[in-house]
């Protein structure tokens, strides 16, 4: 007997991917039987872990495994969802690892360890800064308001159970360059992008354990802190998600690069567009897309610098 033997929307977290273990161990044919029960698990697991966003659940509960919610509670700090960003970067990976294995073979997911996204209501609520209404200001009181909060946000302190685990990932790391990605619960989501609107930190990581920390929790509040930023708070406006209760988790990754003397960078980064925004011959097609290509760190195929040399590729040719 397979049957489901209790309520996946009221039952704790940990039931929940023991029985889709149990259900994903199964003979092909058994577990064709229990498919319907697998994926509602899943998508129980998908709202707690990943996303509450309906069309992520629609593609991700397809692909998903026990192994990847595994991964993701190993490698989670604190409790909450992990955001749009890390939903989206580990949904194309599994879509490759499954329809594209010459392409696959090829790609790396750099190490990657996510904050919650509700680590960002328990630092708000030790450090007692509540600005929920902020985003029902004027614009200009907006932009007059945010250096202040943003000070208010860079003298707070985490809590320290949090900062233990932070402490963890430094010595698990040793001297590899991190950086500190946003990953709001909104971020990257089908019909909203936010590019821009939140920020991402690079921290060298070369320092003691100590300073590397001092650093990385700066980073990490700086993140926080941008999710009251005017240009945030206008697209979340004009998009009607104002009344959006918007979280930020944060995805926290290794660099990936080499030393070049006292430098570290990639050989080469890119942005990519589904759509080509721009043609320069009229046998180009728009519709096949579109890569910026630079030599070293990827905010320079995105902040576009002057007497600078990106390769604009058509991907039609």
């Known amino acids: 007997d397979h049957s489901l033997p209790f309520n996946p929307e009221l039952a704790p977290l940990e039931m929940v991917l023991r029985q889709a273990e149990k259900y994903e161990a199964l003979p092909a044919e058994e577990r064709a039987a229990v498919d319907h029960h697998l994926q509602e698990l899943r998508v129980v697991l ?4 990943i996303s ?15 192994t990847d919610f595994n991964t993701i509670l190993e490698r ?3 409790t909450g969802k992990i955001g749009g960003k890390a939903a989206g970067l580990l949904l194309a990976y599994k879509i490759l690892q499954n329809t594209a294995p010459e392409i696959f ?39 007059a308001e945010y250096p202040k909060l943003q000070e208010q946000y860079v003298s707070a302190r985490f809590p ?24 709001s619960l909104l971020e990257d989501n089908f019909g909203m992008s936010f590019a821009g609107k939140y920020i991402s930190i690079f921290c060298p990581n070369q320092g003691t354990i100590k300073e590397n920390l001092r650093d990385l929790t700066l980073a990490i509040r700086r ?5 009251l930023g005017p240009d945030a708070l206008m ?31 990639p050989a080469a980064a890119g942005v990519a567009y589904s759509y080509s925004p721009i043609v320069w011959n009229s046998r180009l097609k728009r519709e096949e897309g579109f890569m910026r290509l630079v030599m070293g ?17 058509n991907l039609s040719h």
């Open 76 to 78: 989670r700090i604190g």
């Open 235 to 265: 697209y979340r406006r004009r998009m009607g998600l104002l009344d959006y209760d918007e979280r930020m988790a944060i995805l926290l990754q290794e660099v990936q690069g080499g030393r070049h003397r006292q430098y570290y960078f």
């Open 223 to 227: 993140t926080y802190a941008s999710v």
């Open 52 to 66: 509450d966003q309906l069309a992520f659940i629609h593609i991700a509960r397809r692909w998903f495994t026990t």
């Open 105 to 143: 073979e090829k790609i790396t997911l750099p190490r990657s360890y996510f904050i919650g996204a509700d680590v960002f209501y328990d630092f708000q609520a030790v450090n007692k800064l509540e600005f929920s209404s902020q985003k029902y200001k004027t614009a200009e009181q907006i932009r």
């Open 297 to 313: 760190l990827g905010t320079r195929a995105v902040d576009r610098i002057a007497n600078d040399y990106p390769r604009l590729v």
């Open 160 to 183: 320290e159970e949090i900062a233990q685990q932070l402490r963890e990932i430094l010595r698990e790391v040793g001297k590899t360059p991190l950086i500190v990605r946003s990953s």
């Open 46 to 49: 998908l709202k707690s872990l």
